[in-house]
């Protein structure tokens, strides 16, 4: 079946502007993650949903950023206001994970490529 | 100083040669221990994970996690060039607490097998 997929692939904008990143999970899938990596560094930890509610939002880095999902599906990750330090790619996760079972992996999309110029 | 060190490399091997891969880490309190590999432009895909301390073998593939020495590590056997990559190793909270869902990760390391 379809794995994550994410959208837009690429996106540059100005500093200033307000940007949205799409995140469609794979089918099923009750947790969604969002990670940040910055070039040559590791995936920083951004938030994550348990259905449509974020038990866990400490690694959004401002008040700037704010995701939300619907349906228990498609999440959106907003940057109001971009800075140049956004600058990075966004990658979206998801799994079958619950409190209480088994870990179980997370699958990656293949990532927002933003630059903030 | 970051939850969890990987030195980022690159680390350039031959073609055939072990390949080896590891990190430390801070909070004693991870208990789920994962190695992801990331191609270029690519998202990462989990190649092993491991549940506390112990030795997985999968294939080529062997991860060991220590816990008293909050040390884990990867191996590959008889290294292909098409195992060049960024390796990145991460871990996780136990599934009972609030952030059980996110991953800490390393900074990865560059892995370079030449022909």
């Known amino acids: 079946g379809a794995g994550v997929s994410q959208s837009p692939s690429n996106k540059v904008t100005e500093k200033g502007k307000d940007v949205e990143l799409r995140c469609d999970p794979i089918?099923?899938?009750?947790?969604l993650y969002w990670y940040r990596q910055s070039l040559g560094q590791g995936l920083e930890f951004l938030i994550y949903f348990q259905g449509n509610s974020a038990p866990d939002k400490s690694g959004l880095p401002s008040d700037r950023f704010s995701a939300e999902r619907t349906g228990g599906s498609v999440s959106t990750l907003t940057i109001q206001r971009t800075q140049q330090e956004d600058s990075a790619v966004y990658l979206c996760?998801?799994?079958?994970?619950?409190?209480?079972?088994?870990?179980?992996?997370?699958?990656f999309g293949p990532g927002t490529r933003l630059t903030v110029l | 100083q970051k939850e969890v060190e990987q030195d980022p490399g690159p680390l350039s091997v031959p073609e055939g040669a072990i390949v080896s891969l590891n990190c430390t880490y801070s909070n004693s309190a991870f208990q789920y221990f994962m190695w992801y590999r990331q191609y270029s432009r690519k998202g990462p895909e989990l190649l092993m994970y491991t549940y506390s301390s112990g030795n997985k073998e999968d294939g080529r593939f062997t991860a060991q996690v220590d816990k008293s020495s909050k040390y884990i590590s990867l191996f590959i056997r008889d290294s292909q060039p098409s195992d060049s990559a960024t390796y990145l190793c991460?871990?996780?909270?136990?599934?009972?607490?609030?952030?059980?869902?996110?991953?800490?990760f390393g900074a990865g390391t560059q892995v370079v097998v030449t022909p």
């Open positions: 996760a998801s799994s079958h994970a619950r409190p209480g079972k088994v870990y179980n992996e997370q699958f």
């Open positions: 089918s099923g899938h009750t947790a």
């Open positions: 991460a871990m996780s909270l136990p599934m009972t607490t609030d952030s059980w869902g996110k991953l800490q």
